[in-house]
């Protein structure tokens, strides 16, 4: 494999409030290989989210190194990143494709390109047919299909995900754990997907990174050898229960 | 229009005319004096003086609401606006403004007599003191409403303030801005008919005071009447904007 397309070395956040300072990432390091999936898990108040912005570009660190990008994959801070958050965020007043639209516009891209990129991306994640109508005639998990879409229409390099399918009941958020992988084959980028469900940490991952909270500090970093595609009936595997178990051990629930 | 709407306009019709009905009912078998309540009829007759000029006296009255209202409109988003764009301009003006609403703006009626004379002006003026500071308050408020994932989405494609401006913030807070102006439709009707009462020459609440000494109030209902009536024909114009820019599922009711 050549150069990581993410690389973290001793990455270390400090928040300081009324003269209390409070560590919300120590010494995180790990890289990225391009294509991959890489779940950061964890409870809350372990950093996961903090590191996903400092990724973004959206919050500073104090010390250590954060590169995106190689020679053979340069990255544009502005142009290859695409977020989705745990609430779709769609805008009500805006039709779905129109909400997909929205990076396009804010980039300034052509919009007659864009505009059939956007319905060849509703297809993609499942939403062909509903380009025109507004988000509360769609349900939850069609809401956060059209903000994946809306992640991809500027074909950024890197999808930062923060808790996507948290909001969503279990049985849909199974279903859009299949989807994603699906998206995710098809659409060949790499993504950063922060989650606290364990099972959905391994389920998606090539790659599973743990972080423990007080102090928060990265506990773990392992490969997940589950072949893809990957299927609903892996999760009753040997293998699979040895992963979470794994986890499960290094958050102290075992 | 589907058949439980049609049915839910015929009910609203129906419960109108009832009201009219009772009225007139009312007025006829229990012997109610004319200068106590006249009957629809004799309110409907008081059109046919022309000693009364009332067609005059609804351009006027019109005017004042309307007048007043639109400058309330364009001032009250204009403020808010500049509130969200400057703010330590809201935090030094916004506390004054809410000082200033405490004052009960009738009581200003004299004083603007005094300072501006009395006629349309002064009425436009009440009218808009009136109705000006629902209108900065909701549509300060609904610009203060984004979502701060919304506003990291913009950040991480280096969007700027304007885009932010324009493609989030407005026409997000388009329903707090109508909930303001159609709390506002309604205040802007009972200003201009106090600045009328205080002091004026023409317009229908002048007409009130004028027909009140001679008792004629049949006269008087029929000026009810037709105030209501242009403010509701106001609250329906705002309404039907409302419709046409708002999106169904992000209106405030």
Known sequence: MGEPFIHLAGVTKVYRSRGAEFLAISEASFDVEPGELVSLVGPSGCGKTTLLKILAGLHSHESGEVRIGSPSQPFDPSRDIGMVFQQPLLLKWRRIIDNVLLPAEILGLPMDASRSRARDLLALVGLAGHEEKYPYELSGGMQQRASIARALIHDPKLILMDEPFGALDALTREKMNLELLRIWQEAQKTIVFVTHGITEAVFLGTRVIVFTAGPARMADNFKVELPHPRTLDMKTHEKFGDYTRRIYKLLGME | ?253
């Open chain 2, 1 to 253: 229009m589907t058949g439980t709407q049609l049915q839910r306009y015929s009910l609203a019709v129906l419960s109108h005319l009832a009201l009219v009905a009772v009225w007139h009912f009312f007025v006829v078998y229990g012997n109610v004096p004319k200068f106590v309540m006249p009957s629809p009829y004799a309110t409907l007759h008081a059109l046919l003086v022309p000693n009364y000029r009332w067609l005059e006296n609804i351009y006027v009255t019109s005017i004042e609401i309307f007048g007043g209202y639109i400058l309330a409109v364009v001032v009250g988003i204009g403020v808010a606006l500049l509130f969200s764009w400057f703010r330590w301009l809201e935090l030094i003006v916004m506390p004054l403004l809410v000082s200033l609403n405490m004052i009960p703006k009738v009581a200003l009626g004299p004083l603007i007599i005094v300072w501006f004379k009395y006629g349309i002006g002064p009425n436009i003026m009440m009218a808009f003191a009136i109705c000006f500071f629902p209108i900065v308050l909701t549509t300060a408020r609904g610009l203060r409403e984004v979502e701060p994932d919304l506003l990291d989405l913009v950040r991480t494609l280096k969007g700027s303030r304007w885009q932010v401006f324009t493609k989030i913030q407005l026409p997000g807070a388009l329903p707090y801005i109508f909930s303001g102006m159609k709390v506002a439709a309604i205040l802007a009707v009972a200003g201009a008919i106090v600045g009328e009462f205080l002091g004026s020459d023409r317009g229908l609440g002048y007409l009130m005071l004028q027909v009140q000494v001679t008792l004629d109030t049949a006269a008087m209902f029929m000026a009810v009447i037709l105030i209501t009536l242009i403010g509701g024909i106001l609250y329906l114009m705002v309404l039907g904007l409302e419709r046409l820019l708002v999106v169904s599922d992000a209106r405030l009711s």
